[in-house]
């Protein structure tokens, strides 16, 4: 049998791209401060002659490999361990590019990942999650092995002081103190939140489902919250919350006010309604009538359906909507940051106001990594629960 040798089209592009960026965009930048501008540094003239060549080759590797594709996981894992060299080495010669500059610079000096680098890892990266979801048939320990060899890698450099020259890594060491009570307060008012949003947003899909009538007013209601920009709703939420906390003595203890955990919970959950419901509703209509018509004629009663049939096989569609729920709850939940609240937008708007950058991506970045995180954690969650006949009905969704 002959294998078809084709050109992998993204595997060319993010090449090509990655190339590009690395001779034409800056590696590194060269600040005298921490709030001033900079200058832009080349990868030849941060890293030297032999770890730029290094970083080429490799983007080389990548384009040579996917013009000539054979389409099998052999090139697939290839081109996967390329993309992972490719995100790793760049942000561990980061760390060696800010070490070589900082050794002729001044005391009080900063060296950020720049334009350049950060556009490898943006590709990189996609070429690795590509080429993970093209091992779709290969031994698990491949799949696996692709998958870790990034977080590995990154949390041994890390761990190593490799990048700890880098300016980010010098604004998390002066906001070590506060970065990981920060990190707590997001975590706790996102699951605190998402909770909440997933108790009522499944009881309101349900009550969409069941009662017809119900159903325009409670997805009106649901769609609502979403139009309600985030600062104007906890400006909305301060008057009510305020007069709640001082006239409700238990409230009052509780710690309910226009500022602190009470409006960031109330915007958090108000936006986390939607998907729930939403995904919960269409979850429950999607199950063919011909299923449920099987299990009333066994004797069972409605209860008994929505119990044992219904619910198991809305499963992944209603997961869908916590999933989806629970992502953008994190995101928001920088909102704390103007309500004295705390969480991870202090770093994020903090850095804008004070034009630290350093500081706005250890925010973002710390904010991004939840995330995936936590997407990561209940697609497995959801893949657990979700019984093995229906998996094929989650894919096509």
């Given at each position: ?18 190339l590009?960026s690395?001779?034409l ?16 540094v ?5 890293l ?62 900063r ?43 990154l ?6 002081g ?5 300016a ?15 990190v707590?307060s997001?975590?706790?008012l ?5 909770g ?23 997805f009106t ?6 139009t309600?920009?985030g ?10 919350l305020?007069?709640l ?35 919960t ?25 929505m ?25 928001n939940?920088t909102?704390?940051a ?12 903090g ?8 500081l ?25 629960v ?10 096509v969704?």
């Amino acid at each position: 049998m002959s294998t078809r040798i084709r050109t992998h089209r993204v595997g060319v592009t993010m090449a090509l791209f990655g190339l590009s960026s690395l001779l034409l965009l800056p590696f590194a930048t060269l600040r005298a401060s921490r709030i001033q501008t900079g200058d832009p540094v080349s990868a030849l003239d941060a890293l030297g002659p032999w770890w730029s060549s290094g970083l080429v080759a490799v983007w080389v590797a990548i384009a040579l490999i996917s013009v000539r594709d054979s389409g099998g996981p052999r090139a697939a894992t290839a081109r996967g361990m390329l993309a992972s060299l490719a995100l790793l080495g760049t942000v561990g010669l980061s760390g060696v590019a800010a070490t070589r500059l900082l050794a002729e610079a001044g005391t009080f000096a900063r060296v950020s990942v720049g334009l350049g680098a950060w556009a490898c890892i943006a590709v990189s990266y996609p070429l690795l999650l590509a080429s993970r979801r093209e091992l779709g048939t290969a031994p698990r320990v491949t799949r696996l092995a692709l998958s870790a060899v990034g977080p590995v890698g990154l949390l041994v450099m890390v761990g190593s002081g490799l990048l700890g020259d880098l300016a980010i890594l010098r604004e998390y060491v002066n906001q070590s103190d506060r970065f990981w009570t920060e990190v707590g307060s997001h975590i706790a008012l996102t699951a605190i939140a998402t909770g909440i949003a997933l108790a009522i947003g499944f009881g309101l899909g349900v009550l969409a489902f069941r009662r017809p009538r119900l159903r325009g007013p409670v997805f009106t209601v649901a769609n609502v919250f979403q139009t309600i920009p985030g600062l104007a709703m906890v400006g909305l939420l301060f008057a009510p919350l305020s007069w709640l906390g001082t006239n409700v003595p238990l409230l009052g203890r509780l710690g309910v006010g226009g500022l602190g955990w009470a409006p960031v919970i109330t915007a958090l959950t108000l936006y986390a309604l939607l998907a729930v419901v939403r995904n919960t509703y269409a979850g429950l209509a999607s199950v063919p009538d011909s299923v449920v018509e099987a299990g009333l004629g066994m004797g069972m009663t409605e209860g008994q359906v929505m119990r044992r049939v219904r619910l198991p096989l809305a499963l992944p569609v209603i997961f869908g909507g916590i999933r989806t729920s629970a992502v953008q709850t994190l995101g928001n939940a920088t909102l704390g940051a103007f309500v004295a609240a705390g969480t991870l937008g202090l770093f994020v708007f903090g850095g804008l106001s004070q034009q630290a950058m350093d500081l706005v991506l250890l925010g973002s970045i710390t904010l991004v990594a939840l995330a995936l995180g936590l997407d990561a954690a209940l697609r497995t969650a959801q893949r657990l629960v979700t019984p093995r006949h229906t998996r094929r009905t989650e894919a096509v969704r």
